[in-house]
Every structure is written in C-alpha cells, then in structure tokens.
C-alpha cells in the first residue's frame, strides 16, 4: 500500500470531517476493507461534491479517461480484490480487472480519480472525480 498516494487522494476528495478517520481506516489492516465500503455505500455523503464530475452506472470509463487526461496508468485500491489493492496498473487494465460491480477506486493523478460503488441492483454507480 502506497500510504501517501491514499492520504493524498482522501485530503482532496473526502469532506474533512471524515479525513483523519478514513485515512486512518486505509491504513490499518483491520479496517482497510471498511474504509473501502465506506466508498461502495456512502460516496455521495463522503466525497465533496464540488469534485463530482459526473456519475452514473452507464459511463464508458475508458473513453471519458482517455478525455480528461494523458495519464496512463493509476494507483488501485479495492476490496475484495487483494491481488489489484494497492498496485499501480494501466488505465485500461484497472478498468477491466477492477470494475465489475465490486468497489474498486482508481486514483489517476492527484486531481483526478474514479469510484466504482459495489452492485447491489444492477450495474454499479461510478463516480468521475476531479480538482481544480
């Protein structure tokens, strides 16, 4: 686990009242899988808004990322996948490995990462997150 890449990513797009317990969460291997729940269930309550740039369960992941930056690989973090949690990967294999109704969390740059929230009706929600 690469604590510096998750701390990061909480301190820019989880709301503060949450920060301290989540990155703390992230890094306890008790509470790891929690914390990455936290996302699956309760993104709307936990991300800050103003960084949602879009969500939906019919967004084409890849296309859109290929969009919005020249990156071409990201840091994972998933929950019930213990051998992509915390390993740096291509953009196109994260997306096919890890978005399949788990929750999975794609951190693409500093500024830039997607949640995929778990399946429970259909197709999972994802969300597009952004600074500025």
């Not at 503060?16 to 729940?37: D, M």
Request: charged share 30%.
């Amino acid at each position: 686990m690469d604590e510096d890449i998750e701390a990061e990513f909480v301190k820019t797009f989880i709301q503060k009242r949450l920060q301290e317990r989540i990155i703390w969460e992230l890094a306890s291997e008790k509470k790891r899988r929690h914390a990455i729940l936290r996302f699956s269930h309760y993104t709307d309550e936990i991300v800050k808004h103003q960084y949602i740039l879009k969500k939906s369960n019919k967004l084409n992941i890849i296309q859109l990322l290929h969009e919005l930056t020249a990156e071409a690989s990201c840091y994972v973090i998933a929950a019930d996948k213990h051998e992509l949690d915390g390993q740096q990967m291509t953009l196109d294999t994260a997306v096919q490995r890890c978005f399949d109704g788990w929750p999975a969390i794609m951190i693409i740059s500093k500024k830039l990462a997607v949640i995929e929230t778990e399946a429970v009706f259909g197709t999972a929600d994802k969300y597009i997150l952004r600074a500025v």
